[in-house]
């Protein structure tokens, strides 16, 4: 792929910019477009451009120009993930966008703002934290079957008109790369409720299984959404040449392999396409795509048949199931998870007053449940419990339908109209939620996208005079703050910096992050720790300073990724280094250069790769001697390329101070 070598930039027209890229033998102009989203009408009094990915930030890969400046941008970094725009006004960052992705060549033949063959890199460029009704959008519908392609598509297939209205048989195409949102001329051969949706090759979906007309399907239909979309032959669905039917299945796709897994559902459904509860299933199944074609095999059973649940991936490939009903029509109260390789578990219960619906999961393995109840509740290792609404929780009502739930990029939640920050060491969380000035849904899709970006689809009213009444618009599209992975530096001496779990057991002060700690058997890493909200890195340099208070107490430093992939090396004292795999399976390595250390100032550097780890102090010369350092396996995290977490953890009754963070990227 050609590289970007030089941006001419002009403000206030953002979709002015221009990148040269330069290739082999000559330099390509590639236009940098603008998706405007909602409240843009002021002019901005700066503009800065950043090139973002696991690097140091500079090296002429940044730019900030005033009004009517024009610039350039060094070559664009072959490891480079993403374009940054911020429209400033003053020191205020007024509006924000982030490219999809780096593919140039996305966008060709696509939007008309280009001329045949010319390349682009699109920004989705809106308020932060705002979410601006899609142009375009059909008639309001919910439960939406709804997917990411691989090509800036996003496709809405079926769903009902409203909470109990007819199944829908439209095909919605929403093109990331132009804005345009249309319904396909040609439609579903019959309504469809309870199906999935997944990507194929190009700009191809298919839709699974499902429910028409009182029968459940054996079968997957190709969709193509490329010129005016085309709907293909259905083809049958079996699993070692037995057919495979499933209707109202948790689907979720797997950040490790890409496979898709299907989990319980029902094989029978009432004439409005409602599953019959004792027709559940505890099946699983696996579904991946080999040369444009659906190929399936058994997943793990579950531990109780389950139709109509959420399930979501961690980074490290462990899932979760929550919500739903078992075979008697009850609500099902247990949490499910299953680590690579493994059986279902159910990790923890939900009291029989609450039906659970929305599922959310943090790095750390903190797993946030909304109840139809309207309260928000927590489960960790090291505890569980209702999220206060007086701080890190919004305030929900009851919902007569499930309200999803979505951890975004930076480790906010989205959940009925609200952002928050669940396990901010912040003296008041509460300052951290953000109410968008529209109407909550249920029964909707929360779908994040390559840009960080999430479409918010369908839905109905949960309460109120208009409850179960379709949601106006039907198609929102949220910009959050750029606060990802990539896209900067947390402020290090604010509370809201960390995700502590269990929440309320850190708390930043003048002195630093204290994180109290609880009593646990030897053997493990610490139940209470705490991480950087939102930053990953591999290459990275990060000093520190460590105390206890408390006998007995032990002070972590921890590196992880997704829930249960973890470093762990316990300092100030007998200095051990445990490594755990995403599996749930313990190990102690032997890498530490001492058998103790008291040293309480320390500096940890990860290679850009991730896999050596060293543990170093300044002795009186200024020069750092190492106490730990760590060659790992190729096994230690299941997406390298993913970057890693950083924190520490508290493991005993008393408590671990943290201060003096400084953090680099290598």
Request: hydrophobic share 45%; charged share 20%; with cysteine.
């Given at each position: 792929m050609p590289r970007p070598q030089a941006a001419l930039l002009s403000l206030p027209v953002i979709a002015a910019l221009v990148v040269a890229l330069a290739s082999c033998a000559e330099e390509l102009p590639v236009r940098v477009l603008a998706l405007r989203g909602c409240e843009l009408d002021q002019t901005f009094s700066g503009l800065r451009v950043q090139v973002v990915g696991d690097f140091p930030a500079g090296g002429g890969q940044a730019l900030l120009l005033g009004p009517d400046e024009a610039g350039s941008l060094a070559e664009l970094r072959e490891d480079a993930q993403g374009l940054t725009v911020e429209g400033l006004f003053g020191a205020s960052?007024?509006?924000?966008?982030?490219?999809?992705?780096?593919?140039?060549?996305?966008?060709?033949?696509?939007?008309?703002?280009?001329?045949?063959?010319?390349?682009?890199?699109?920004?989705?460029?809106?308020?932060?934290?705002?979410?601006?009704?899609?142009?375009?959008?059909?008639?309001?519908?919910?439960?939406?079957?709804?997917?990411?392609?691989?090509?800036?598509?996003?496709?809405?297939?079926?769903?009902?008109?409203?909470?109990?209205?007819?199944?829908?048989?439209?095909?919605?195409?929403?093109?990331?790369?132009?804005?345009?949102?249309?319904?396909?001329?040609?439609?579903?051969?019959?309504?469809?409720?309870?199906?999935?949706?997944?990507?194929?090759?190009?700009?191809?979906?298919?839709?699974?299984?499902?429910?028409?007309?009182?029968?459940?399907?054996?079968?997957?239909?190709?969709?193509?959404?490329?010129?005016?979309?085309?709907?293909?032959?259905?083809?049958?669905?079996?699993?070692?040449?037995?057919?495979?039917?499933?209707?109202?299945?948790?689907?979720?796709?797997?950040?490790?392999?890409?496979?898709?897994?299907?989990?319980?559902?029902c094989t029978s459904v009432t004439g409005d396409d409602r599953c019959v509860p004792?027709?559940?299933?505890?099946?699983?199944?696996?579904?991946?795509?080999?040369?444009?074609?659906?190929?399936?095999?058994?997943?793990?059973?579950?531990?109780?048949?389950?139709?109509?649940?959420?399930?979501?991936?961690?980074?490290?490939?462990?899932?979760?199931?929550?919500?739903?009903?078992?075979?008697?029509?009850?609500?099902?109260?247990?949490?499910?998870?299953?680590?690579?390789?493994?059986?279902?578990?159910?990790?923890?219960?939900?009291?029989?007053?609450?039906?659970?619906?929305?599922?959310?999961?943090?790095?750390?393995?903190?797993?946030?449940?909304?109840?139809?109840?309207?309260?928000?509740?927590?489960?960790?290792?090291?505890?569980?419990?209702?999220?206060?609404?007086?701080?890190?929780?919004?305030?929900?009502?009851?919902?007569?339908?499930?309200?999803?739930?979505?951890?975004?990029?930076?480790?906010?939640?989205?959940?009925?109209?609200?952002?928050?920050?669940?396990?901010?060491?912040?003296?008041?969380?509460?300052?951290?939620?953000?109410?968008?000035?529209?109407?909550?849904?249920?029964?909707?899709?929360?779908?994040?996208?390559?840009?960080?970006?999430?479409?918010?689809?369908?839905?109905?009213?949960?309460?109120?005079?208009?409850?179960?009444?379709?949601?106006?618009?039907?198609?929102?599209?949220?910009?959050p703050a750029l606060d990802g992975p990539d896209e900067g530096h947390p402020d290090l001496g604010s509370g809201a910096a960390f995700v502590v779990s269990p929440p309320g057991a850190g708390l930043m002060g003048a002195d630093g992050l204290r994180l109290d700690g609880l009593a646990q058997p030897s053997g493990g890493l610490p139940l209470v720790h705490g991480h950087l909200r939102g930053f990953r890195s591999a290459g990275v340099r990060l000093d520190f300073s460590l105390s206890t208070e408390g006998a007995g107490t032990r002070a972590w430093l921890l590196v992880s990724q997704g829930s249960l992939a973890s470093v762990g090396v316990s300092l100030l004292g007998e200095l051990v280094v445990r490594q755990r795999l995403a599996d749930g399976s313990l190990r102690d390595l032997d890498c530490a250069a001492a058998q103790s250390s008291s040293a309480s100032s320390l500096v940890l550097e990860i290679d850009d790769e991730g896999r050596r780890l060293i543990v170093s102090t300044e002795d009186g010369r200024g020069e750092l001697q190492r106490l730990v350092d760590c060659e790992l396996g190729e096994d230690a995290w299941p997406q390298p390329e993913a970057g890693l977490a950083l924190g520490f953890g508290a493991q005993g009754t008393g408590s671990v101070r943290v201060s003096n963070l400084r953090l680099a990227r290598l």
């Amino acid at each position: 792929m050609p590289r970007p070598q030089a941006a001419l930039l002009s403000l206030p027209v953002i979709a002015a910019l221009v990148v040269a890229l330069a290739s082999c033998a000559e330099e390509l102009p590639v236009r940098v477009l603008a998706l405007r989203g909602c409240e843009l009408d002021q002019t901005f009094s700066g503009l800065r451009v950043q090139v973002v990915g696991d690097f140091p930030a500079g090296g002429g890969q940044a730019l900030l120009l005033g009004p009517d400046e024009a610039g350039s941008l060094a070559e664009l970094r072959e490891d480079a993930q993403g374009l940054t725009v911020e429209g400033l006004f003053g020191a205020s960052v007024s509006a924000v966008g982030r490219s999809y992705g780096v593919d140039v060549g996305l966008a060709r033949g696509r939007a008309d703002a280009l001329e045949d063959g010319q390349a682009a890199l699109v920004v989705y460029f809106s308020p932060p934290d705002t979410a601006c009704a899609a142009e375009g959008a059909p008639t309001g519908r919910s439960e939406v079957a709804i997917a990411e392609g691989r090509r800036g598509d996003v496709l809405l297939a079926g769903g009902r008109a409203g909470l109990d209205g007819p199944a829908i048989d439209e095909l919605v195409h929403v093109d990331l790369l132009t804005g345009e949102v249309r319904v396909l001329e040609q439609r579903l051969p019959a309504a469809r409720v309870g199906a999935a949706l997944l990507p194929l090759v190009g700009r191809r979906f298919a839709l699974i299984s499902g429910a028409e007309s009182g029968a459940v399907f054996s079968s997957w239909t190709p969709i193509e959404v490329a010129g005016e979309g085309q709907v293909g032959e259905a083809r049958g669905l079996a699993i070692h040449g037995e057919p495979m039917a499933t209707a109202y299945a948790a689907s979720a796709t797997s950040p490790v392999d890409g496979r898709t897994l299907l989990v319980g559902g029902c094989t029978s459904v009432t004439g409005d396409d409602r599953c019959v509860p004792a027709s559940a299933l505890l099946s699983t199944a696996w579904v991946d795509v080999e040369d444009g074609e659906l190929a399936l095999d058994h997943g793990p059973a579950l531990a109780a048949p389950r139709f109509g649940a959420t399930l979501r991936f961690s980074a490290d490939g462990v899932a979760y199931l929550v919500g739903g009903y078992d075979a008697e029509g009850a609500p099902a109260l247990g949490l499910e998870r299953v680590v690579p390789g493994g059986a279902w578990e159910t990790v923890h219960t939900l009291p029989e007053d609450l039906e659970p619906e929305g599922l959310a999961v943090l790095a750390g393995e903190l797993v946030l449940i909304s109840t139809l109840e309207g309260t928000l509740r927590y489960w960790s290792p090291g505890g569980s419990g209702v999220l206060s609404s007086d701080a890190w929780a919004p305030a929900l009502g009851p919902s007569v339908a499930p309200r999803p739930m979505l951890a975004l990029p930076g480790e906010r939640v989205i959940a009925d109209g609200w952002l928050f920050a669940p396990g901010s060491a912040a003296a008041d969380p509460s300052d951290e939620r953000v109410r968008f000035e529209l109407p909550g849904r249920a029964d909707a899709a929360l779908l994040p996208l390559l840009d960080g970006s999430v479409l918010i689809a369908g839905g109905v009213h949960g309460s109120g005079e208009a409850v179960g009444e379709v949601v106006e618009p039907s198609l929102l599209r949220l910009r959050p703050a750029l606060d990802g992975p990539d896209e900067g530096h947390p402020d290090l001496g604010s509370g809201a910096a960390f995700v502590v779990s269990p929440p309320g057991a850190g708390l930043m002060g003048a002195d630093g992050l204290r994180l109290d700690g609880l009593a646990q058997p030897s053997g493990g890493l610490p139940l209470v720790h705490g991480h950087l909200r939102g930053f990953r890195s591999a290459g990275v340099r990060l000093d520190f300073s460590l105390s206890t208070e408390g006998a007995g107490t032990r002070a972590w430093l921890l590196v992880s990724q997704g829930s249960l992939a973890s470093v762990g090396v316990s300092l100030l004292g007998e200095l051990v280094v445990r490594q755990r795999l995403a599996d749930g399976s313990l190990r102690d390595l032997d890498c530490a250069a001492a058998q103790s250390s008291s040293a309480s100032s320390l500096v940890l550097e990860i290679d850009d790769e991730g896999r050596r780890l060293i543990v170093s102090t300044e002795d009186g010369r200024g020069e750092l001697q190492r106490l730990v350092d760590c060659e790992l396996g190729e096994d230690a995290w299941p997406q390298p390329e993913a970057g890693l977490a950083l924190g520490f953890g508290a493991q005993g009754t008393g408590s671990v101070r943290v201060s003096n963070l400084r953090l680099a990227r290598l």
